[in-house]
């Protein structure tokens, strides 16, 4: 069964080809992979509280301008790469980096599984904007 499209601002990840993890922010409009909504995998919503809950194991270089980045820098803290929504694009541009990005087995399996399915064949260390659509039939 597939759930509804989250209309507040959510998260979810990717892997890349060499294991790291993104987190992507919908900022509750962006594009989400249509599969990632079924009802099999992690709630979209609480996609983010579970990556918080992972320790810090890196600093974060935040490369946007927002008036509060702190929500990107905790998960770079975590070692995920994070790409925030952009309206003017219609696509997610990095927004914050990892000095030490995590792999793959770093995650709890749930969220383990769930970014090697929706692997994207790139590096994000050398993406700065990745359209979705591209990849994934997405909502």
Known sequence: MMRSYPITDSVFICSDEAGAVAAFVTAGCGSI???ALEDT?????????????LPYTSKAKIITKV???S???????????????QFD????AKV?????????????PDLEGFAK??????????????????YFKCL
């Open 67 to 69: 008036p509060d980045p």
């Open 117 to 134: 399915i929706f692997n994207l064949p790139m590096h994000f260390h050398l993406n700065d904007v990745i359209n979705l659509r591209d």
């Open 41 to 53: 995998f992690p709630a979209i919503e609480y996609i983010e509280e579970q990556l918080c809950k």
């Open 96 to 108: 914050a980096v990892p000095t030490n990005p995590i792999q793959l087995n770093a995650l709890p």
């Open 89 to 92: 694009t219609n696509a997610y």
């Open 71 to 85: 929500s990107f820098g905790a998960l770079a803290k975590r070692g995920l790469f994070v790409y925030d929504w």
């Open 33 to 35: 992979p249509e599969a």
